[in-house]
């Protein structure tokens, strides 16, 4: 499941993959931190053999109307989904969301917040970098993310590459901006319990993205506790151990099981990630079984 190369079954579910069983549950556009219009995602998308996809853009839902109707017209079916950035103590969070009201006021509301937040985080950034004597300027990441879209921190490594600041995409996580390093900061602080409370409150259902290795089972705990409905098993960077612990996880605690590819393009060089990392039928049957009667229509 892991891998389009590596066929797996689900044991007693007997559900062997396929190509024609791909559903990613995890991608990204250029309304956030992808590379790709929402055309040419979907587009990808289905050549790389995905027929169930869902666009999870950070802290913003600009895509979903648009992949609505270009979903329909080449043959796929769509979710609509999020990525919800939050942060508990020194951990970064993120939270996708699926199947909830994105026209709902109070919850478009909350994402404004977000992004107002992501700006002023880009700012800091930029003033660390600028300290560090390189002369970026908020106004090109600004420019690079697009006044309507959601700014991260992959636009400003995209374009500390397109200036000529960096050569990669990689050296500037690694030396500058990534955890840990002279110009990084945090998400800002938005508790995890109401990053899963806002999407549950739109109809949606919350699943903990890419847990890996930092998330403890005390805060994986914390968060079933808070409503969460499930855990993203697969995902590129989960080790087959990783895979089977969540997956264990999930199981024995009557939780929901997602998976995708994160796919982003461009100079994140994560190319081979789209049509690799999947689930299958099963899984996605188990997710809409959970979604609100009034938010089952709500998938293309």
């Given at each position: 499941?892991?891998?389009?190369?590596?066929?797996?079954?689900?044991?007693?579910?007997?559900?062997?993959?396929?190509?024609?069983?791909?559903?990613?549950?995890?991608?990204?556009?250029?309304?956030?931190?992808?590379?790709?219009?929402?055309?040419?995602?979907?587009?990808?998308?289905?050549?790389?053999?995905?027929?169930?996809?869902?666009?999870?853009?950070?802290?913003?839902?600009?895509?979903?109307?648009?992949?609505?109707?270009?979903?329909?017209?080449?043959?796929?079916?769509?979710?609509?989904?999020?990525?919800?950035?939050?942060?508990?103590?020194?951990?970064?969070?993120?939270?996708?969301?699926y199947y909830f009201d994105y026209t709902d006021g109070k919850f478009l509301s909350s994402l404004e917040i977000l992004r107002d937040a992501?700006?002023?985080?880009?700012?800091?950034?930029?003033?660390?970098?600028?300290?560090?004597?390189?002369?970026?300027?908020?106004?090109?990441?600004?420019?690079?993310a697009g006044i309507r879209n959601t700014v991260g921190r992959p636009h400003i490594a995209n374009t500390m590459v397109e200036e000529g600041?960096?050569?990669?995409?990689?050296?500037?996580?690694?030396?500058?901006?990534?955890?840990?390093?002279?110009?990084?900061?945090?998400?800002?602080?938005?508790?995890?319990?109401?990053?899963?409370?806002?999407?549950?409150?739109?109809?949606?259902?919350?699943?903990?993205?890419?847990?890996?290795?930092?998330?403890?089972?005390?805060?994986?705990?914390?968060?079933?506790?808070?409503?969460?409905?499930?855990?993203?098993?697969?995902?590129?960077?989960?080790?087959?151990?990783?895979?089977?612990?969540?997956?264990?996880?999930?199981?024995?605690?009557?939780?929901?099981?997602?998976?995708?590819?994160?796919?982003?393009?461009?100079?994140?060089?994560?190319?081979?990630?789209?049509?690799?990392?999947?689930?299958?039928e099963y899984w996605l049957g188990s997710i809409r079984a959970k979604v609100p009667a009034e938010s089952e229509t709500k998938e293309n």
């Amino acid at each position: 499941m892991r891998r389009s190369d590596k066929s797996s079954s689900e044991g007693a579910e007997g559900n062997q993959l396929g190509n024609s069983a791909k559903i990613d549950l995890h991608t990204h556009t250029s309304y956030s931190d992808g590379a790709l219009s929402t055309r040419k995602l979907l587009a990808k998308a289905y050549q790389a053999g995905i027929r169930t996809i869902s666009i999870t853009d950070h802290d913003g839902v600009g895509s979903i109307t648009e992949a609505t109707e270009i979903s329909k017209e080449i043959g796929m079916s769509f979710i609509p989904g999020i990525e919800v950035s939050s942060r508990h103590k020194r951990f970064q969070l993120h939270f996708l969301g699926y199947y909830f009201d994105y026209t709902d006021g109070k919850f478009l509301s909350s994402l404004e917040i977000l992004r107002d937040a992501r700006i002023r985080r880009a700012e800091r950034i930029v003033a660390k970098l600028n300290r560090l004597k390189i002369p970026l300027t908020l106004e090109s990441v600004l420019d690079r993310a697009g006044i309507r879209n959601t700014v991260g921190r992959p636009h400003i490594a995209n374009t500390m590459v397109e200036e000529g600041y960096a050569e990669t995409y990689d050296e500037v996580f690694h030396k500058y901006i990534g955890i840990g390093k002279p110009a990084y900061e945090a998400n800002p602080p938005f508790p995890p319990e109401q990053a899963i409370t806002m999407i549950k409150k739109a109809g949606g259902l919350a699943f903990l993205a890419h847990p890996s290795t930092y998330v403890t089972d005390a805060l994986m705990r914390s968060l079933l506790s808070s409503g969460l409905d499930g855990v993203e098993v697969i995902h590129p960077s989960h080790s087959d151990e990783q895979v089977a612990f969540f997956k264990e996880f999930a199981d024995s605690n009557s939780i929901l099981k997602s998976g995708g590819s994160d796919f982003h393009g461009g100079l994140k060089n994560d190319e081979g990630n789209l049509g690799s990392y999947f689930i299958d039928e099963y899984w996605l049957g188990s997710i809409r079984a959970k979604v609100p009667a009034e938010s089952e229509t709500k998938e293309n």
